[in-house]
């Protein structure tokens, strides 16, 4: 049985804003000085490692935890998560009072561990598993059909997107006439909800998504619109990592231009820069869409430009070798 197209539209963001937007954050977009300086034109920062849960992600999985039928709840749930949508799951089941399992990498960083631990409580109980993300979500999936549990996806799902959307909305809301979009691919969720919001909110935005070489289905998938196979290596950017849905490569497709690849220096510059310059603590997968841009992946060409600093849950270990060396 084919799945039906994962297709929401600017209606359903709106009606995931109402719900979130006295649950979650309403985080700043703000001028930035030393990148508008650096590129010649004026760049603009949407701060969602100020978020609640220090990521995005507390928006699409708060959205969709609620959204569930008391029958899906009464299951269980289960869900796989490189961490940030594993503490959003965790905090909503707590508040929901839904026993929930969450799958995690064994390269899940300490810092999100700990944190998904700390939200969920007793109603959580936290997977570590041998492998990778891929690894980790095929086992999360299996678990879940064996024991009849509801699974809730950290991108591949419309309910999810709308939400991730909200921080597109909020940023359009606050700057409506930004011309050129930067953010981060990951799965597609976040990358899709933002490319909604901003294209209903100004048609003419041209949208970018970023990934490191060490993670890059969307690089090389993107040609012809067809997903391809990869070797994952080791990354900075762990929020980043994994396989990407064809269903929502087939939505990126629809309204963004395109992807810039960066490389793993790139993406450490990029968070040493954001701690010297804003002094702001970001995750590689945060600091993706700086990173291109110091990087000269892309020219604004004096366009105004919007960046989205996705998440800022990085291990305090791994920041200080990071800021030691840039």
Partial sequence: MNK???????????????????RVRHTPTEYSFPLSEICGAPVYLKWENQ?????????????????????????????????NHGQGVALAAKELGIKTLIFVPNVCPETKKTAIKRRGGEFIELVVTSGDYDFAEHSAHVHAEKNGMTYVSSFEDATVISGQGTAGFEMFTDEPDIELLIIPA??????NGIAIAAKALNPDVEIWGVQSVASNPWVVSWADGIVREVTYLETLADG???????????????RVTGILEITEED??????????????????????????????????????????????????EKLKAILSKY
Avoid at 271 to 299: M, P, S, T, Y
């Fill in 51 to 83: 978020q609640l849960c220090g990521s995005f992600k507390l928006r699409g999985a708060l959205y969709k935890m609620n959204s569930l039928s008391p029958e899906e709840r009464a299951r269980g749930v289960v869900t796989c998560s490189s961490g």
């Fill in 4 to 22: 039906l197209p994962i297709d929401p539209s600017i209606t359903d963001v709106a009606k995931a804003y109402r719900f979130l937007k006295n």
């Fill in 267 to 316: 993406i450490a510059k990029a968070i040493a820069f954001l701690h010297r310059e804003h002094h702001q603590i970001v995750e590689g997968a945060g600091a993706v869409g700086v990173a291109a841009l110091l990087a000269g992946k892309i020219d604004p060409k004096g366009r105004k430009t919007g960046i989205v600093i996705s998440g800022g849950n990085i291990d305090e």
């Fill in 240 to 254: 980043l990592a994994g396989y990407i849905p064809q269903s929502l490569l087939s939505l990126a497709k629809k």
């Fill in 186 to 191: 990951g799965g597609g969720g976040l990358m």
